[in-house]
């Protein structure tokens, strides 16, 4: 059984800070990572993927992954309470069918 | 570019009714996958299609059934629906079958069973 972990949450930072995200998985084949931002209601949305271990930046974002220690997690520098939403981290191994398993999501909060 | 659309955006049925959600994938993309998320959970997984084959299923009861068109697009369609079917039914697509390949989501289906 494929498991994805992220702490639920909520994590409530003030705005400007940096917020911090993390994400274990439990498949050790796992290849492709994935960042999706889900607004209350609404679809999720790509932020980041990484596929090599080492960070990749995007603007405010960064992704950061481990597989020696089955762990990828995602920074968000200078929070804005637009940053505000559930942040979900998707896994997918090599191989077969490419079906990425998600984390139930953690609830990110901005305050001004 | 039109993004992936998905119909209805909103339905509300009776328990033991029929419901056939539909999606349109991106254009160019061949793989089309069926998620259905809870409130406070992740998507969970419950069909792809590739080329119009099933490449994967999840664990979902045959109430469950899919299908794929020659044009790409999709129907996923539920029988003798529960209570519990209540969900966001999202649909993603993707260019392909490979590991990097990225999944861009639908609005989704909001279902209400009654």
């Known amino acids: 059984q494929k498991e994805v972990e992220q702490n639920s949450g909520p994590l409530s930072v003030p705005e400007g800070a940096i917020a911090s995200l993390n994400c274990t998985y439990s498949?050790?084949?796992?290849?492709?990572f994935f960042w999706y931002r889900q607004y209350s209601g609404k679809s999720p949305e790509l932020i980041m993927s990484?596929?090599?271990?080492g960070d990749k930046e995007d603007g405010r974002f960064t992704a950061q992954l481990n597989k020696a220690s089955q762990y990828v997690s995602l920074l968000i520098r200078d929070s804005q309470p637009s940053d505000s939403a559930t942040y979900l981290c998707?896994?997918?191994?090599?191989?077969?069918?490419?079906?990425?398993?998600f984390g139930r999501g953690t609830s990110l909060i901005v305050h001004p | 570019d039109a993004g992936v659309t998905q119909s209805p955006t909103h339905l509300i049925k009776t328990r033991g009714q029929h419901v056939t959600l539909r999606c349109s994938p991106i254009?160019?993309?061949?793989?089309v996958s069926w998620y259905q998320q809870v409130l406070g959970q992740g998507p969970q997984f419950i069909f792809q299609?590739?080329?119009?084959?099933?490449?994967g299923r999840g664990n979902f009861p045959d109430r469950f059934s899919a299908r794929q068109f020659p044009n790409y697009s999709s129907e996923l369609n539920v029988n003798a629906l529960l209570l519990g079917d209540s969900a966001l039914y999202l649909c993603?697509?993707?260019?392909?079958?490979?590991?990097?390949?990225?999944?861009?989501f639908g609005a989704g289906t909001r279902l209400s069973v009654l």
């Open positions: 990484i596929y090599s271990n």
């Open positions: 254009s160019g993309h061949k793989s």
């Open positions: 993603a697509s993707s260019s392909g079958g490979a590991s990097k390949n990225i999944q861009y």
């Open positions: 998707a896994v997918r191994a090599s191989g077969g069918s490419y079906i990425p398993t």
């Open positions: 498949d050790r084949g796992s290849q492709s």
């Open positions: 299609y590739y080329e119009k084959e099933e490449r």
